[in-house]
């Protein structure tokens, strides 16, 4: 269990554990060099930026030169600091260009979300073409475990990060750090996170007296927004010690601790039986191949007339996470398919009744984070270092520009027992009034 | 093609071609015993009541005597005519079940999709503890082929069986012949059918001008709808040239057919590009194993920005279509799991924006049908024969009951290709007035 007054800055950094650690240096330690750039390191560039689709981009080298996109003008600059740093970005892309920006050792002149979002779909584009070496050069690779202990500390890395850092720039209604619902494009991130919870609430038909069962709870919103609104049991699940913390202080500031249960434990460890299931964001740190025990897992909590909902970043296709994500930012994570989310409804022989996609909500939810994260860089540089910083701002970048160009979705998915004839038969309901609350 | 003057009965009797054609005959036609039930045929009976799980029916065979069920009181009768009856029964009760009752050599005390419901219900649970030689004993078989002259041959057995005979028993407003969209329980069929065309045009977002693609048009009330309450033009394709007689008559009639072009060809045929494509009831007969060719058309139809709808018959996992349907109903019969639909989805990069369950909303669809049948039970005897009117009642009633028991589902899914940002980010506009027209 962490300790709620340590720092944890996990591995952004990475500086001493393996091989690369000499690729991870901080900005201030970048050893400059007065050496020209070579002809064929102009060249390599080049056709790198020819293999990942001529996007227009240009790359500005060590030695100030330009090397400019084919065909195309110019809308970004990448600057790269040192000889190593192109050599890094040809071999392994996917985990250096996060890296390297992280480091400081590579510099971006433009928005970098709209960066991200050029780059990923002319990639997207061009891969298609790519000969067998290179896919199988620049591959991503299957996510550490999901096991009992592993996923503790899968989770401790990014979720125990200190409550005061996601304070900053979180909502500050339900402190929630999925997906928001823009029922109307101008809300606030505060209104979008409260509809979701409403939208939540309204999918699993919940009425006073219910007891709900929560896995991943995060800072406890949903738990206590189901509590406070619908009158139900809580008894919520999660193994981030950092999160219950606040999630237990804030149900009983405001009187809901009878209501809830926070429990800090394993997913699998639910017991008992429910008359909803719901699980918001933690599916993605569940791994493929724990799926079939998801599944079972639910179907053994979930009553005759129980509803369950599952809420997850997902994929068109299977496809593993991109490498720096996963080995800086969320180790162990694997958003599933939609195929592979029907397989854990299938497996537990449950009757899929609503599937909706959120995709471009998560891209607004995430410039909203983005724009307030930013009002606090100087805040969160003195908690952690400037490295840690240009981490999450390329994390965040990337997976507004992930979700904007659909290598991600969010698939929020309602099921229940294959006999369960007691549910309502249209969602019209859902849409009675607005989901987001009056101010 | 059909000739729209012919009538065709299938093999609803398949009285000559096959090695079962002595199970089929008729019911003036069947010879009585005046043999005694014996000792080993009562004890069979009262196993295979055990087998199903101890269902609350009882039997009475040929003598007039009565096998009670065990633990239980017997809500319904079936009664075995002849001994023979029995033994096909017990060797292939799938397929047996429905002949013997269109033959009249099974008959029923009690409502049919009542007796069908509870047995189907008792047989679900029981049959996890069946013994794997029973399983393979009485399993289901692959469907026939669906390949371009095979698909051609299915339909006709079933969709040109004539236009006057449908228009016995479906709704007057449409001619729909899938499920209907009871958005409050007391509408009327006529309601309900209009109410899943509005349905699916909102969820096509459908605006004047628009092109679309439909695959498989049945009698044309889809494409009419479009036109008429959303200025479209549709291309609808069908290989049913009885269905297509009625649909451009009623077109002409109804002055759309300037903005509907029906197209007596198969669905993989469709050219051109289309903002919408949708196919409502078709897909069940293409066949799992040619997904990706189905999926492929779409990609390559579908305009960027294009949104694609399919509504088909699924299932909570995957699994063969009763024997009895796939032989004596729908030829080439499969309807897909919710992982294998999404494996369309996945096969063509799309993103799934929505799926919908209207399972209870079929159940509720046949039982309207049922009823139209049975008012019109003499007309359709005398267009057919009584072998005829009974196995319709056999496929009406249990597919009743396979939707009640969740057997069966009834999928919408929507979807796109990956990269459309362009449509609307929630689902509020389907729900901003009732679907249901005014009367």
Redesign the interface.
């Known amino acids: 269990m962490s300790d709620s007054t340590t720092r944890n800055t996990g591995d952004y950094a990475d500086r001493t554990s393996n091989q690369q650690s000499n690729l991870l240096t901080l900005p201030t330690a970048v050893a400059t060099t007065d050496r020209r750039p070579h002809a064929y390191e102009r060249w390599l560039i080049a056709k790198l930026l020819r293999t990942a689709g001529s996007p227009p981009l240009r790359f500005q080298l060590w030695d100030d030169e330009f090397i400019e996109p084919e065909d195309t003008t110019a809308e970004f600059t990448i600057r790269l600091n040192d000889p190593k740093a192109l050599l890094a970005l040809l071999t392994n892309p996917n985990l250096a260009f996060g890296d390297l920006y992280s480091a400081g050792r590579l510099q971006v002149d433009g928005d970098l979300p709209d960066l991200m979002e050029t780059l990923y779909?002319s990639i997207h584009r061009a891969q298609k073409n790519w000969p067998k070496w290179l896919e199988a050069l620049w591959r991503n690779h299957n996510p550490r475990s999901t096991g009992l202990s592993e996923a503790k500390q899968n989770i401790h890395h990014h979720y125990d990060l200190g409550n005061d850092f996601y304070r900053l720039w979180l909502d500050d209604a339900e402190m929630q750090y999925t997906c928001a619902?823009?029922?109307s494009?101008d809300i606030t991130l505060e209104q979008a996170q409260l509809a979701k919870l409403e939208h939540v609430c309204r999918k699993l038909r919940l009425k006073p007296g219910m007891t709900v069962a929560e896995a991943g709870c995060g800072w406890g919103g949903l738990s206590r927004y189901m509590a406070d609104n619908y009158g139900v049991k809580v008894r919520a699940y999660n193994i981030s010690g950092e999160q219950l913390v606040y999630a237990r202080e804030e149900a009983r500031r405001r009187g809901l601790d009878h209501l809830i249960d926070y429990v800090e434990d394993d997913y699998r460890n639910i017991d008992g039986q429910y008359d909803a299931f719901v699980s918001v964001g933690m599916l993605e740190h569940v791994g493929k191949e724990r799926f079939p025990a998801m599944s079972e897992l639910i179907r053994r909590v979930l009553k005759p007339d129980g509803i369950a909902l599952l809420h997850s970043i997902g994929r068109?296709?299977?496809m593993l996470m991109n490498a720096w994500i996963e080995k800086r930012i969320f180790p162990g994570a694997y958003p599933p398919?939609?195929?592979e989310l029907?397989?854990i409804?299938?497996?537990g022989?449950?009757?899929?009744?609503?599937?909706?996609?959120?995709?471009?909500?998560y891209a607004r939810t995430l410039t909203h984070w983005m724009e307030r994260f930013q009002n606090h860089r100087d805040q969160v540089t003195a908690m952690y270092d400037e490295h840690f910083t240009r981490a999450w701002e390329m994390y965040l970048a990337g997976s507004i520009a992930a979700f904007?160009?659909?290598s991600l979705?969010l698939?929020q998915v309602v099921f229940t027992h294959?006999?369960?004839?007691s549910l309502p038969?249209?969602?019209?309901d859902?849409?009675k009034s607005t989901a987001v609350p009056k101010a």
């Open positions: 779909s619902y823009y029922e494009p068109n296709r299977p398919s939609i195929a029907m397989s409804c299938e497996a022989e449950f009757s899929v009744l609503d599937v909706e996609n959120l995709r471009l909500h904007r160009v659909g979705q698939f294959g006999s369960n004839n038969q249209t969602r019209r859902l849409y």
